[in-house]
T-cell receptor
């Protein structure tokens, strides 16, 4: 089955700086890579996803990059703000198989230092 | 109001007790899921259901059972709770066309 490794487990950055979270996956058949943000006391929420037919996707201050050859993908947050403090989860799976085949990483706790 | 509602939000129970966690959704989605979250382990799938007559085991179904009472309701039961079932439990939904999962706010369960 799929194995997803996520690093780092904790990350602290100064407000305004950039944050990068990295994930690797093992199944070359995986073609769907979402990122979820979990704020304190809430459930995870999808913030961005990427499919294997593109190498990069941006949405305002967040971007995700994918290297299919190396089997790794990363979340980039620029100009970090206090509201970016949360736990972030990456995941890997196959778009046509649904969430039951999605494997999540172990999470990164991001803290933005004012 | 939340689209995916879990009850209770917090529960402390004793070893050996039966407990039910409930989930209801107003999104009209057919697919519903139960996940367990443990520190350092991420989210792991317990059970999932594609419609009222469909129940499927996930990665870690041992010690759990589920019931899909209606399209909008999916409950998770621990028949005889044990301390290592102490965790944060999430219900989620998705529709049949999209892989985005919509999560409830979670139930923090402590088994003592």
């Amino acid at each position: 089955g799929e194995n997803v490794e996520q690093h780092p487990s904790t990350l602290s950055v100064q407000e305004g700086d950039s944050a990068v979270i990295k994930c690797t996956y093992s199944d070359s058949a995986s073609n769907y890579f979402p990122w979820y943000k979990q704020e304190l006391g809430k459930g995870p929420q999808l913030i961005i996803d990427i499919r294997s037919n593109v190498g990069e996707k941006k949405d305002q201050r967040i971007a995700v990059t994918l290297n299919k050859t190396a089997k790794h993908f990363s979340l980039h947050i620029t100009e970090t703000q206090p509201e970016d403090s949360a736990v972030y989860f990456c995941a890997a799976g196959r778009a046509n198989f649904g969430n039951e085949k999605l494997t999540f990483g172990t999470g990164t706790r991001l803290t933005i230092i004012p | 109001d939340a689209d995916v509602t879990q009850t209770p939000r917090n529960r402390i129970t004793k070893t050996g007790k039966r407990i039910m966690l409930e989930c209801s959704q107003t999104k009209g989605h057919d697919r519903m899921y139960w996940y367990r979250q443990d520190p350092g382990l991420g989210l792991r799938l317990i059970y999932y259901s594609f419609d009222v007559k469909d129940i499927n085991k996930g990665e870690i179904s041992d010690g759990y059972s589920v019931s899909r009472q209606a399209q909008a309701k999916f409950s998770l039961s621990l028949e005889s709770a044990i301390p290592n079932q102490t965790a944060l439990y999430f219900c989620a939904t998705s529709d049949n066309r999209n892989t985005e999962a919509f999560f409830g706010q979670g139930t923090r369960l402590t088994v003592v």
